[in-house]
């Protein structure tokens, strides 16, 4: 079966540019790990939330991690601001 194609707007963000991603391929995630392939294509992979668990883990592992650090942590993602939608160009 055939991926969706779609076309869109590609603009500046500041020194960086960005690209408007359609619906059909709305991502979960809030970051991404971009490459380019051998034909030039830019290949785009979601980065799960989960990875942050594990540097976690492995930091408690290392003993370098306490409750207090944890709490911090959690607290800031409590009150980080939501991502939010923009208007349809």
Do not use: K, W, Y
Request: hydrophobic share 40%; proline share 6%.
């Amino acid at each position: 079966m055939a991926s969706p194609v779609s076309t869109t707007r590609v603009f500046n963000n500041g020194n960086s540019q960005a690209v408007r991603i359609p619906a059909e391929f709305r991502l979960n995630t809030d970051r991404v790990q971009i490459s380019c392939n051998e034909h030039g294509d830019l290949v785009i992979h979601p980065i799960p939330a989960e990875r942050g668990q594990a540097l976690l883990q492995a930091l408690q592992a290392l003993g370098e991690v306490d409750e207090q650090f944890i709490a911090a942590l959690e607290a800031e993602q409590e009150n980080s601001q939501p991502m939010r939608d923009r208007e349809a160009l």
